[in-house]
């Protein structure tokens, strides 16, 4: 069984920037990424990097986040840049692992966005 726990949310006016992190109880053997659940809405997919380093973002966060990942530290990060109001939501981490087939979530953090 695999641990998500994810940090770095918070309040920020528009315009602004947050770093979320999220750290796995051990090592993913498959692709880590985030989602995020605007307020009233349905989960939706943010952005996921295989263990190779390929990186997949949803249109409207191209050129304003980054999703790193670090294999050694088990860690999954994104940092997001030019935040908008509309990035508001919980923000869960999410894990893949190949060898059991099970995908794994974090407890998600709270990222709110003022204008």
């Known amino acids: 069984q695999v641990q998500l726990v994810e940090s770095g949310g918070g309040l920020v006016q528009a315009g602004g920037s947050l770093r979320l992190s999220c750290a796995a109880s051990g090592t993913i053997t498959g692709s880590m990424g985030w989602y995020r659940q605007p307020p009233g809405d349905q989960r939706q997919f943010v952005a996921d990097?295989?263990?190779?380093?390929?990186?997949n973002y949803t249109d409207s966060v191209k050129g304003r986040f980054t999703i790193s990942r670090d294999n050694f530290k088990y860690t999954v990060d994104l940092q997001m840049n030019s935040l908008k109001p509309e990035d508001t939501g919980v923000y869960y981490c999410?894990?893949?692992?190949?060898?059991?087939?099970?995908?794994?979530w974090g407890q998600g953090t709270q990222v709110t966005v003022s204008s």
């Open positions: 999410n894990a893949y692992q190949y060898w059991s087939r099970k995908t794994y």
């Open positions: 990097i295989s263990r190779d380093g390929i990186t």
